[in-house]
């Protein structure tokens, strides 16, 4: 959900680093109450709404990385596969071989489970609703859907990169007919449910070549709260068609605003943003500690240990594992990407994002 390779300064985006924070914020505060057997409404819409932005923000921030690379054919399917494997799969592969050691379930029983061979090897490649299997890791549902849709993301980049806007709507439109007719015949093809809003982040992407940023920053915050009442009206039992909508109205408004200039925004944005991806897949194993390991303690000792394990471990982890590995896909695939002479001059036409879990 990957922020990380390390484009220079014009690349960065201040806009996309809140979004980013907003999404992974949103996940770990809807998860909390659940941990606690607290499970309300709202706090499953702020888990849900974290994800659909992520899925907005992953598919835009891939197009504009494709854009920059400025590869075609097998150069640029390989450098795309590539880094991306060694950006999603090297901590989630960690993450679900430590839920396989421990035997814990991440669930709000806190149970023991013994994991068995199909289990782990469908969630280690990722594949676990292909194969009906439980996520060993908690949140750890919403990366198949990443990953399946990565496959993709190539050959429509390819196919809309010099094609007018209207083509990538009428995909969308397209799109949810066929959402819903997985829904009914093809259970195991989930990702068709979420392809309209994958294809939000692509609008946005697309928008940017015909607009330029207009409207001042400080109102990008604001643009992303009146746009979030429209999938908290949903429902839990007929909410397909309020994902659809809250990200195709995402996509539409992202192009819209100049970065954000507030200091005290932009700098804990970006750091968020830099270690959403640990925080995204540690944080449900932070609470359990916290509600079951810890529960004997005082509530001091409780909350101390919590806020510093939420804390250090997403940064251990980056530092430790993310960056490196993504250093080795960059490193792998560095002879397919040459720089181009226009490049000096190169003004993105939206912000692009340097932290995020899809860079």
């Not at 484009?7 to 992974?24: F, Q």
């Not at 921030?61 to 596969?81: C, K, N, P």
């Not at 950006?87 to 149970?111: E, G, K, N, T, W």
């Not at 066929?178 to 992407?205: E, K, T």
Request: proline share 6%; glycine share 4%.
């Amino acid at each position: 959900m990957t922020m990380n390779d390390r484009y220079d300064a014009r690349h960065e985006s201040a806009n996309l680093d809140l979004l980013r924070s907003i999404a992974v914020l949103c996940v770990f505060m809807g998860h909390f109450p659940e941990m606690n057997h607290r499970l309300s409404l709202t706090s499953w819409h702020l888990g849900q709404l974290g994800v659909l932005i992520f899925f907005v923000h992953t598919s835009l921030v891939l197009m504009q990385s494709m854009e920059r690379l400025g590869l075609q054919g097998r150069a640029l399917f390989t450098t795309f596969y590539v880094r991306r494997w060694f950006r999603i799969y090297p901590l989630s592969m960690f993450c679900v071989v430590m839920a396989y050691a421990c035997q814990v379930a991440p669930d709000v029983d806190h149970a023991s489970r013994h994991w068995n061979l199909k289990e782990l090897l469908s969630n280690l490649s990722l594949t676990q609703n292909l194969f009906f299997q439980p996520s060993m890791v908690g949140a750890l549902w919403s990366l198949p859907l990443e990953v399946q849709m990565y496959v993709t993301l190539p050959f429509l980049y390819l196919f809309f990169r010099h094609r007018p806007l209207w083509w990538i709507i009428a995909l969308y439109i397209v799109s949810v007919p066929v959402a819903l007719i997985q829904q009914r015949l093809i259970s195991r093809l989930d990702v068709l449910a979420y392809a309209p809003c994958f294809l939000g982040g692509m609008i946005a992407w697309r928008m940017a070549h015909i607009n330029r940023p207009k409207l001042p920053g400080w109102l990008w915050p604001v643009a992303i709260a009146a746009v979030c009442p429209i999938w908290f009206s949903a429902s839990r039992e007929h909410n397909l068609y309020y994902r659809w909508a809250f990200c195709l109205m995402l996509g539409l408004v992202t192009p819209w605003f100049k970065d954000i200039q507030w200091y005290w925004v932009k700098s804990p944005a970006k750091l968020i943003a830099r270690y959403s991806y640990g925080i995204y897949l540690s944080h449900i194993t932070l609470m359990m500690v916290f509600f079951l390991y810890l529960a004997d303690y005082s509530a001091i000792v409780r909350w101390l240990v919590f806020v510093t394990l939420c804390v250090t471990v997403p940064v251990t982890l980056y530092h430790l594992l993310e960056a490196p590995l993504i250093e080795v896909g960059r490193n792998l695939t560095r002879r397919n990407v040459r720089p181009r002479a226009h490049d000096q001059n190169l003004e993105p036409a939206t912000p692009l994002a340097v932290t995020s879990l899809s860079t």
